[in-house]
């Protein structure tokens, strides 16, 4: 009995399997994934597939509409930087008369040399009256029309941080020479004596007007090229040193040079030459119509004058009357 007992023992252990008792690690090797999530991917699978099947024109109908966007896109683009007809008109409008102006400019200013040669031709014929010679050449004197030599002084103005910048824009705004500063220093050398002035090669007279236009300063509309500025005075060199140390110009440049780093420098030159003035409009004075009463012309205290030029202009030279 005790045999067969051990052989029933052993017959059992015989019908049992090595790794029964390893059957946690048995179902982490063989099932890695619980049935649910096994369950669960293949109907993902099989969802999937159908879909594809039926999601052919879903796609194409994708593309299409992604077509038809970027050509609505396109064409919004195109229209918003294509220029407005009202816009695109009115600038045609300036250009054309931007043209007739300069058209007309260049025809007045050819008029103008061949006026001045007959009156030239006039002079040297001796046709003219010794008086009316005499105005006449005060007249294109003090309007500029003719180039100038001869001694004078030197003013020269910077933009603070020295006259080596590469953009004038790089100075300080309160470091800038404004036009203010240079209708101040030609007052002073028209009050010292100066026959002549002109500014970067700007010639001056009796009508002209320092201006600015944001960061430029003008002179009678043209932009001067800093950052020197350069204002040159025609006249006796010792008079005007005295009498412009004499006045409030010396106090003026050590001002700007101690506040605003604006750097200046005075010198007297034996030998310069400023050519003529720009052409400018003529004005002239006529008689009112019969039973007008009306002024047209305006008077120096009329509102019609610009200030800012009567201010830098009154003082440059005197006026004389062009007969």
Do not use: C
Not at 126 to 134: M, Q, R, V, Y
Not at 207 to 215: F, H, K, W
């Amino acid at each position: 009995m005790p045999g067969s007992t051990a052989q029933d023992a052993t017959g059992h252990a015989r019908g049992r399997r090595p790794d029964e008792s390893m059957t946690l690690l048995r179902e982490v090797t063989e099932r890695p994934l619980d049935p649910g999530y096994a369950q669960m991917a293949q109907r993902r699978a099989e969802a999937g597939q159908a879909a594809s099947r039926r999601g052919v024109p879903g796609v194409v109908m994708l593309l299409l509409l992604a077509v038809l966007l970027g050509v609505a896109t396109t064409v919004a683009v195109r229209d918003l930087r294509a220029p407005q007809p009202v816009v695109a008109k009115g600038r045609t409008v300036l250009m054309e008369q931007i043209q007739d102006r300069s058209a007309e400019v260049e025809e007045l200013s050819r008029r103008a040399v061949t006026l001045g040669a007959e009156v030239d031709g006039l002079q040297s014929d001796g046709l003219l009256p010794s008086a009316l010679l005499e105005i006449n050449e005060v007249d294109r004197w003090v309007n500029g029309a003719v180039p100038v030599r001869g001694p004078g002084m030197v003013v020269k103005l910077t933009d603070g941080g020295g006259g080596g910048l590469v953009d004038p824009g790089d100075a300080p705004a309160e470091s800038r020479v404004r036009d203010a500063d240079v209708q101040f220093v030609v007052n002073e050398l028209w009050a010292a004596g100066a026959e002549a002035v002109a500014v970067n090669d700007e010639r001056l007279t009796s009508l002209s007007a320092i201006r600015n236009a944001g960061d430029a300063i003008l002179v009678d509309l043209q932009p001067l090229n800093g950052p020197t500025y350069t204002i040159e005075a025609v006249g006796d060199p010792e008079d005007m040193q005295v009498e412009f140390a004499r006045s409030a110009g010396l106090g003026f440049l050590q001002l700007l040079s101690a506040e605003y780093d604006i750097k200046n420098e005075v010198t007297t030159s034996e030998g310069m030459y400023l050519p003529g003035a720009r052409p400018s409009t003529l004005r002239y004075a006529h008689l009112p119509a019969s039973g007008d009463t009306t002024q047209d012309s305006p008077g120096p205290e009329s509102p019609g004058q610009d200030s800012s030029e009567q201010g830098s202009s009154e003082q440059n030279s005197p006026e004389e009357d062009n007969g």
